[in-house]
């Protein structure tokens, strides 16, 4: 999914954190620029350089 978005001019990250299984969040929500980059984004708003 993440290579489709990139290949359409988007700018997907892929994190796979080993042995997180279906608690994987914790591990997400750990990341120190997860929740400051999911509350800059609105619907329908776009960035011309979302490099975050």
């Excluded at 997907?12 to 299984?21: E, Q, R």
């Amino acid at each position: 999914m993440a290579g489709a978005i990139n290949e359409a001019g988007g700018n997907a990250n892929l994190t796979l954190y080993k042995d997180a299984n279906h608690n994987s969040w914790d591990s997400a929500f750990a990341e120190p620029n997860l929740l400051s980059w999911l509350f800059s984004h609105q619907m329908g708003q776009e960035k011309e350089n979302d490099s975050e």
